[in-house]
């Protein structure tokens, strides 16, 4: 059974997280800058998801999320506290079903979990009548370039993820899976 | 089941109110100065290269500067000349204290530490705070426009809203009342921002009033929220409004809003102040 080191993992997910607000933005073009946003804790919750369990999952997205909101509060915060709490359950509910990680479970996993996250929070943001943009136009315009890029970022951060922060407790069911 | 219900309610108390708690604060704070680490150093490496491949440019820059410095020591000339007449007409017309100091705004600058990720809640975050004596909803400018409003502050750092989140019906709303430069008696109208169209509008103009493309929309001062004078933008075109009572110009903003670098926060003197 796999089992995550929770402690090196969280400060991997706070300097992604330094990294996403302070450098990324100088990285992506103005054209670009509304379209991809992407959320880097997200894809550690994903894999925390993967590996870890639903329960550590939900307290990693909630506090992550709650981290972000605060960040960035301007109209609210807990949209996206809510939706990364929400979706590391789900998604740590899924992946219990199965034994095997491949990288693309892992990687449908994260694709499939942003784009979710990207929709959730739109709701919300439309619920409290703070956005009066279209679905088909937020999906087309952040939604799907923001969930690529963050599959690209999950497949980035794949290797380092089980080199360091996974430990194998028993090696002979990792030979046999 | 409960936590849906915690959510909502976290978010609809968080939803419209001022000030803001420690927790708030101190996760800012703390953030906030480590940000500022990497945000700098990343910045001036970004603009380095960006700047490398504008050198071609700089011949003809320098052209246009030299001939809006001459420009600009004419109006200065000019401008001295109006001061001094209108401080002389200020006496002359038993002008209070308080109104004299009405317009003599301060500008702090700022540096950038970090911009959000969140589409809807797109804020930048400034490394200056209560400390420093920045308030709510005061005025984030730079040298080529208005950027937005402060609107969380902490101790050494604060989060600024674009003008660009302003949704006129959002239940949050600040409105930013503007007018033309030059014809502040008779254009008058609200800033609103469409997201989908990307484009600023100016509405509820006045049919009578004429706004033509190219002219300067400048912040109101209506309201004493904004001070006045503040570029926003250039009129792109000008057509009738939703209900055909009013117009609605559209307005190339001036500033923009990403990959900021400095901005400057305009305090204007505090009208309750003795």
Redesign the interface.
């Given at each position: 059974m796999m089992t995550m080191r929770m402690n090196r993992t969280i400060v991997a997910a706070l300097v992604l997280l330094l990294l996403q607000t302070a450098v990324i933005p100088w990285a992506i073009p103005s054209a670009w800058s509304d379209r991809l946003l992407p959320h880097l804790p997200f894809v550690m919750t994903m894999f925390v998801a993967a590996f870890a369990g639903r329960h550590r999952a939900f307290l990693f997205g909630l506090g992550f999320g709650l981290l972000e909101d605060t960040l960035s509060y301007g109209h609210m915060i807990g949209a996206y506290a809510f939706g990364m709490a929400l979706l590391g359950y789900l998604v740590g509910l899924l992946a219990e079903q199965r034994t095997t990680r491949t990288l693309a479970f892992t990687l449908l996993m994260i694709g499939l979990g942003s784009g979710l996250l990207d929709l959730l929070v739109y709701f919300v943001y439309k619920l409290f009548l703070l956005t009066h943009l279209s679905v088909a136009y937020v999906v087309y315009w952040q939604v799907v370039p923001t969930l690529l890029l963050q599959t690209f970022a999950g497949l980035a951060l794949y290797l380092p993820v089980r080199r360091w922060f996974i430990k194998t407790a028993a090696p002979k069911e990792e030979a046999a899976a | 089941m409960i936590?849906?219900i915690l959510?909502i309610a976290?978010?609809?108390f968080?939803?419209r109110r001022s000030g803001?708690t420690w927790?708030?604060r101190f996760?800012?704070d703390a953030?906030g100065s480590?940000?500022g680490v990497?945000?700098k150093p990343?910045?001036a490496?970004?603009s380095f290269f960006r700047d490398l491949g504008r050198l071609s440019d700089v011949y003809k820059e320098n052209e246009e500067l030299r001939k809006t410095v001459a420009r600009y020591t004419q109006d200065r000339i000019h401008y001295n000349t109006i001061e001094s007449d209108n401080k002389r007409y200020q006496e002359l017309l038993h002008f209070t204290e308080t109104q004299k100091q009405f317009y003599n705004y301060k500008y702090l600058f700022a540096q950038v530490?970090?911009?959000?990720?969140?589409?809807?809640?797109?804020?930048i975050?400034i490394l200056l705070g209560s400390r420093d004596g920045i308030k709510e909803r005061m005025a984030v400018i730079t040298a080529d426009g208005l950027v937005g409003l402060v609107?969380?502050v902490s101790e050494f750092t604060s989060?600024v809203?674009p003008i660009t989140?302003m949704?006129p019906?959002?239940?949050?709303v600040i409105s930013i009342s503007a007018t033309i430069s030059g014809k502040e008696d008779e254009a008058f109208g609200i800033i609103e921002y469409n997201?989908?169209s990307k484009s600023l509008l100016m509405s509820k103009i006045d049919e009578n009033a004429k706004v033509e493309k190219g002219d300067t929309v400048v912040t109101a001062g209506k309201g004493n929220l904004l001070p006045k004078g503040l570029i926003i933008g250039t009129v792109l075109s000008n057509q009738v409004g939703d209900y055909g009572l009013t117009h609605t110009a559209t307005i190339q903003p001036a500033a923009?809003f990403?990959?900021l670098y400095e901005v400057m926060v305009v305090v204007a003197p505090d009208p309750d102040k003795p």
């Amino acid at each position: 059974m796999m089992t995550m080191r929770m402690n090196r993992t969280i400060v991997a997910a706070l300097v992604l997280l330094l990294l996403q607000t302070a450098v990324i933005p100088w990285a992506i073009p103005s054209a670009w800058s509304d379209r991809l946003l992407p959320h880097l804790p997200f894809v550690m919750t994903m894999f925390v998801a993967a590996f870890a369990g639903r329960h550590r999952a939900f307290l990693f997205g909630l506090g992550f999320g709650l981290l972000e909101d605060t960040l960035s509060y301007g109209h609210m915060i807990g949209a996206y506290a809510f939706g990364m709490a929400l979706l590391g359950y789900l998604v740590g509910l899924l992946a219990e079903q199965r034994t095997t990680r491949t990288l693309a479970f892992t990687l449908l996993m994260i694709g499939l979990g942003s784009g979710l996250l990207d929709l959730l929070v739109y709701f919300v943001y439309k619920l409290f009548l703070l956005t009066h943009l279209s679905v088909a136009y937020v999906v087309y315009w952040q939604v799907v370039p923001t969930l690529l890029l963050q599959t690209f970022a999950g497949l980035a951060l794949y290797l380092p993820v089980r080199r360091w922060f996974i430990k194998t407790a028993a090696p002979k069911e990792e030979a046999a899976a | 089941m409960i936590g849906l219900i915690l959510f909502i309610a976290v978010m609809g108390f968080t939803l419209r109110r001022s000030g803001s708690t420690w927790p708030e604060r101190f996760v800012n704070d703390a953030f906030g100065s480590v940000q500022g680490v990497l945000y700098k150093p990343v910045g001036a490496v970004a603009s380095f290269f960006r700047d490398l491949g504008r050198l071609s440019d700089v011949y003809k820059e320098n052209e246009e500067l030299r001939k809006t410095v001459a420009r600009y020591t004419q109006d200065r000339i000019h401008y001295n000349t109006i001061e001094s007449d209108n401080k002389r007409y200020q006496e002359l017309l038993h002008f209070t204290e308080t109104q004299k100091q009405f317009y003599n705004y301060k500008y702090l600058f700022a540096q950038v530490i970090a911009s959000s990720t969140n589409p809807y809640d797109k804020t930048i975050k400034i490394l200056l705070g209560s400390r420093d004596g920045i308030k709510e909803r005061m005025a984030v400018i730079t040298a080529d426009g208005l950027v937005g409003l402060v609107s969380s502050v902490s101790e050494f750092t604060s989060t600024v809203m674009p003008i660009t989140e302003m949704d006129p019906s959002s239940p949050d709303v600040i409105s930013i009342s503007a007018t033309i430069s030059g014809k502040e008696d008779e254009a008058f109208g609200i800033i609103e921002y469409n997201k989908e169209s990307k484009s600023l509008l100016m509405s509820k103009i006045d049919e009578n009033a004429k706004v033509e493309k190219g002219d300067t929309v400048v912040t109101a001062g209506k309201g004493n929220l904004l001070p006045k004078g503040l570029i926003i933008g250039t009129v792109l075109s000008n057509q009738v409004g939703d209900y055909g009572l009013t117009h609605t110009a559209t307005i190339q903003p001036a500033a923009k809003f990403d990959h900021l670098y400095e901005v400057m926060v305009v305090v204007a003197p505090d009208p309750d102040k003795p």
